[in-house]
């Protein structure tokens, strides 16, 4: 069974950083082509947020956030890692871990961003 | 960026009668190795999003087959043939062709 665990999540104050993590199970982590963090803030749509081709390690990063976040992946711990900085009011969401083109997610995690 | 818009954003149904909600693309969702890349979502409250439909019409496991999914190009729809109490929730359509991939605004179903 496919399961993916998020942590990291947090309360900080704007301006701050996080490291979110997702510790993947279930399934060959480092043959999975697409591995992706997916946000939703409260009572709001879904937005991914960033992509890591798996295979070429080819990173995509959504507009309102490039330069403000970094994926990556380690492959010999099965985790996948989205640095947020400089946090904003409005990154305040619930992030998923989600596998290939949505086949599998996460529970989430969340980050709330205030003062 | 592809934009996809569906309607309605709300759909109260009949317990048993069929629904169906439309998702329009901004432009093609073919991709050069032929699969069309859209993807159909369910969401209920307080859980994580499940994926129903991709490649517009294939069922992901565990799906019941009261889900169908269907369109070409940049027209799609998701059919609910008899509506269940378990199938309240946001529904999103969602494309992969190219980045960022992009969701529609959701579509709230809900018991009448």
């Known amino acids: 069974e496919v399961q993916l665990v998020e942590s990291g999540g947090d309360l900080v104050q704007p301006g701050g950083s996080l490291r979110l993590s997702c510790a993947a199970s279930?399934?060959?982590?480092?043959?999975?082509?697409?591995m992706s963090w997916v946000r939703q803030a409260p009572g709001r749509g879904l937005e991914w947020v960033a992509l890591i081709n798996q295979h070429t390690g080819a990173e995509y990063y959504v507009d309102s956030l490039k330069g403000r976040i970094s994926i990556s992946r380690d492959n010999a711990k099965n985790s996948l890692y989205l640095q947020v900085n400089s946090l904003r009011v409005e990154d305040t969401a619930v992030y998923y871990c989600v596998k290939d083109r949505g086949m599998d997610w996460g529970q989430g995690t969340l980050v709330t961003v205030s003062s | 960026d592809v934009v996809m818009t569906q309607s309605p954003l709300s759909l109260p149904v009949t317990l048993g009668q069929p629904a169906s909600i439309s998702c329009r693309s901004s432009q093609s969702l073919v991709y050069s190795d032929g699969v069309t890349y859209l993807n159909w979502f369910h969401q209920r409250p307080g859980q994580s999003p499940r994926r129903l439909i991709y490649?517009?019409?294939n069922r992901d496991s565990g799906v019941p087959d009261r889900f169908s999914g269907s369109g070409s190009g940049t027209d799609f729809t998701l059919k609910i043939s008899r509506v269940e109490a378990e199938d309240v929730g946001i529904y999103y359509c969602?494309?992969?062709?190219?980045?960022?991939?992009?969701f529609g605004q959701g579509t709230k179903v809900e018991i009448k």
């Open positions: 490649n517009v019409f």
């Open positions: 969602m494309h992969s062709i190219n980045w960022p991939w992009t």
């Open positions: 279930g399934f060959s982590f480092s043959s999975s082509s697409w």
